[in-house]
């Protein structure tokens, strides 16, 4: 049984994988969904750390973080990284980042000071206001062209996916 027959079951996949080059199996990167995943995110951050830096002074991680907390206010740092699957350190730097440009507020717990529960301030809710806006004119950019159909058809498979290595 052949790799795509295995990852497709019941379908004849038309988007190959893989193709034939010299006789040698080599990925055809255009139908590799890993790749075209890869180059979209990052091309996506480029486009949009770029914009952040340059009007707000944060990157695309700070973003993530920041908007978490608006999401959820009093999470921890555990639970950012939960949430939005980044790494423990990431998440810190991002928090620290944050905390030096007046971004955040913290209460410790009584009994471990190092547990966090994070809140965005006042400022911090100023500029999510200002950078939700820029993400939902980059949103815009990213997916002008794709009908709504198509659209609601690829979050429904991006969160498959998802569900998939991360159940």
Not at 21 to 28: H, M, P, W
Not at 118 to 132: D, Y
Request: proline share 4%.
């Amino acid at each position: 049984m052949s790799d795509t027959a295995r990852a497709f079951p019941n379908t004849e996949r038309a988007s190959k994988p893989t193709k034939i080059r010299d006789g040698v199996r080599i990925l055809d990167i255009e139908n590799y969904a890993p790749f075209l995943l890869t180059v979209v995110n990052n091309a996506w951050q480029r486009r949009t750390s770029a914009d952040y830096r340059a009007r707000f002074g944060l990157g695309v991680v700070d973003w993530r973080v920041l908007s978490m907390l608006n999401i959820e206010p009093g999470i921890t740092a555990n639970r950012v990284c939960e949430v939005i699957h980044m790494d423990k350190a990431a998440a810190s730097r991002a928090l620290s980042n944050l905390m030096a440009n007046g971004l955040l507020v913290f209460e410790a717990e009584k009994n471990d000071p190092r547990k966090r529960r994070w809140w965005l301030s006042e400022k911090g809710q100023q500029v999510h206001s200002e950078i939700i806006s820029a993400a939902m004119k980059h949103e815009a950019k990213l997916v002008e062209n794709v009908s709504d159909a198509d659209f609601e058809t690829f979050l429904a498979v991006m969160r498959q996916m998802l569900k998939n290595l991360d159940p």
